[in-house]
């Protein structure tokens, strides 16, 4: 029995690493069709309690020129399982459009994203989930959100560096053309409704392995 444990602990440690980085999921990309094109940004959901998020960045690889690599990386601070993170240098313009603040603004073009672009999620600098084919321009691709959105399906995700477009939803080209509020949109964007019916490996509750094995 107590072999068994050891075990059982010692595949639950080989997992650790996997669980980890699954911890965060790219879950949604935005064009808004406010002022120079506002707001445009990504969502993306906790999966499990991160300690410290800093060890997350992103990037946005533009019109199918390959990786810029990590262009943003999240502040070192907490974030807790199950809420989401919108990402956007249009804090205002966010707000006006999706009706509520989002919770981190980016300096610079790292989110300068208009519906032909891929995003890499990357972690402690490797790429473990990706909207989009960061070597192909979107435009008329089927993963093209220009002014519009694209939000990932329950379940699903995150995807590695290999793009699952089976694992997103569009909203279609121009959805969001000439509008102010995404409630206006004939198909708004489902922004904040990921869910996650199993939270990964993590799920696996360290303490209760942690009791199994000293019992
Ligand atoms: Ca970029
Ligand atoms: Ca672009
Ligand atoms: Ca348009």
Do not use: C
Request: net charge negative; charged share 15%.
């Amino acid at each position: 029995m107590r072999l068994l444990k050891i075990a059982l602990f010692t595949a639950v440690m080989l997992t650790l690493p996997l669980a980890a980085s699954a911890q965060l999921i790219v879950t949604g990309t935005f064009d808004g069709p406010l002022t120079g094109g506002t707001p445009k940004g990504v969502e993306l959901y906790v999966t499990s309690d991160i300690a410290d998020l800093s060890v997350f960045g992103l990037g946005s690889a533009n019109n199918g020129g390959g990786t810029d690599g990590e262009e943003y990386t999240f502040p070192a601070e907490a974030a807790m399982a199950g809420s989401y993170l919108h990402v956007t240098a249009d804090a205002e313009n966010f707000e006006a459009f999706f009706g509520f603040a989002p919770s981190h603004i980016v300096e610079g073009y790292a989110m300068s994203i208009n519906g032909d672009d891929a995003i890499e999620l990357f972690h402690n600098g490797v790429v473990i989930d990706v909207f989009g084919d960061i070597n192909v321009d979107g435009t008329d691709e089927p993963w093209d959100h220009v002014d519009s959105w694209a939000y990932r399906v329950n379940n699903t995700g995150p995807d590695g560096e290999i793009f699952a477009l089976a694992n997103w939803t569009f909203g279609g080209p121009n959805v969001f053309d000439g509008l102010t509020t995404n409630g206006e949109a004939l198909l708004p964007m489902p922004i904040g409704t990921f869910t996650m019916e199993t939270v990964g490996s993590s799920s696996l509750s360290m303490d209760a392995i942690k009791a199994l094995y000293n019992n």
